[in-house]
C-alpha cells in the first residue's frame, strides 16, 4: 500500500497508520531502503502498489479530480498503476469547473506547497504536471473519500466564493458526475 504525500493523510493520521501497520506491507517504508540518489528505483516502486491513498487538490461538482505535482511520482499510481485507488479530500477542495479547479492549485494550493517545502527542506516547489481524471473505466477501482471541514478552521468561503456545509464524511465511487452520485455518508 503506498500513502501518496499528503497533508490530509498526514493530519488525519492515515499515512503514519499505514507505514506502521502490520496488516499491510507499506511502499513508503519500503522507500527507505533505497539509497535516496536511485529516483528510478523509488519511482519504479511507487508506481505500481496493489492500492494507493493519497488526496488531490480539487474536485470539481462534475467529478473531476484535479492534482498537480512537481515530479508527477504519484500520477502512475492515480491514473492506472495502484489496482485499487482512494483518495481522501477535505470538502473545502470541492469546486464548481475545472477552471476553477486550477485557479485553486495555481493561487492557492501552489502557495501552501511552496511554504511547506521552504520550511522542511529550503527549497521551493512549482507545478511540473497536472493530472486531471475524468472517471475511472474499472468499476471499483476509484474511491474518493469526503471529510468535512472543521468549523474552526474552515475560511469565510471556498474559491468561487461558495462555502460548504459542515457534514459527515461521505465516500462516492469514481464512475460519473460527481453530484449525481448516491453517496454513502459515514456520520
Do not use: C
Not at 40 to 60: C, F, K
Request: hydrophobic content about 40%; glycine content about 8%.
Amino acid at each position: 500500500m503506498f500513502t501518496a504525500s499528503s497533508e490530509t493523510l498526514r493530519l488525519a493520521g492515515i499515512a503514519e497508520d499505514v507505514d506502521a501497520s502490520e496488516d499491510h506491507v507499506s511502499v513508503r517504508t519500503q522507500l527507505s531502503d533505497i539509497p535516496a540518489d536511485d529516483v528510478d528505483a523509488r519511482i519504479r516502486l511507487g508506481a505500481l502498489p496493489d492500492v494507493v491513498v493519497g488526496s488531490v487538490h480539487a474536485v470539481t461538482e462534475e467529478g473531476h479530480l484535479v492534482v498537480a505535482s512537481a515530479t508527477g511520482s504519484q500520477f502512475a499510481p492515480y491514473a492506472a498503476g495502484a489496482k485499487k485507488a482512494v483518495w481522501v479530500v477535505g470538502a473545502q477542495k470541492i469546486v464548481p469547473d475545472l477552471e476553477t479547479a486550477l485557479r485553486r492549485i495555481r493561487t492557492y494550493t501552489l502557495g501552501k506547497e511552496h511554504q511547506h517545502l521552504r520550511e522542511l527542506a529550503g527549497q521551493g516547489s512549482f507545478i511540473g504536471k497536472i493530472l486531471i481524471i475524468e472517471r475511472e473505466a474499472l468499476p471499483e477501482r476509484g474511491t474518493v473519500v469526503l471529510v468535512p471541514v472543521r468549523k474552526e478552521t474552515r475560511p469565510a468561503a471556498t474559491v468561487g466564493g461558495r462555502a460548504r456545509p459542515n457534514q459527515g464524511t461521505v465516500i462516492v465511487p469514481v464512475s460519473g458526475r460527481f453530484l449525481d452520485e448516491s453517496p454513502t455518508r459515514i456520520w
